[in-house]
């Protein structure tokens, strides 16, 4: 029988985060399951190429990470009050550090949002979610956002 003991849920802290932090609560208190949440700061390291000097990315990426450490820390206060969860901020390419988080952590279910993107916007941005899907060894439960808001 399948068990879900740990969860991990990847977050962008858009319009979509809250949404996907209630299921991932949900499934979380369902299954007694342990909860860690993601978010994955981009590394930048693409515009060393462009003449842009290691130690301004390396500054820029750093107040990026320290910014998304404390929105981490108030998102888990305000949507997961009182319960265990552990918060984690990452720095990378997002669909191969969730994957990468998903097996340090011995995820069973990978929760994540989507921003529903089409055509053209696809194309240029792709999709984090499809390549987490597509590549992940565990269950992945997405979620877009919601059309009428």
Known sequence: MAKIETILCALDFSEVSPKVADYARLLTDAFGAKLVVLYVAPSLNQYVEFHVQASYIDNFVQGIVTGATETMDAFLKEHFPGQNVEGRVATGYAAEEILNAA?????????????G?????????????????????VPVMSMRPDPEK
């Open 117 to 137: 993107r089409k055509g053209i916007d696809k194309i240029l941005f792709g999709s984090v979610a499809e390549k987490v899907i597509k590549s992940a060894v």
């Open 103 to 115: 097996k340090d952590v011995r995820a069973d279910l990978i929760v994540l949002g989507t921003h």
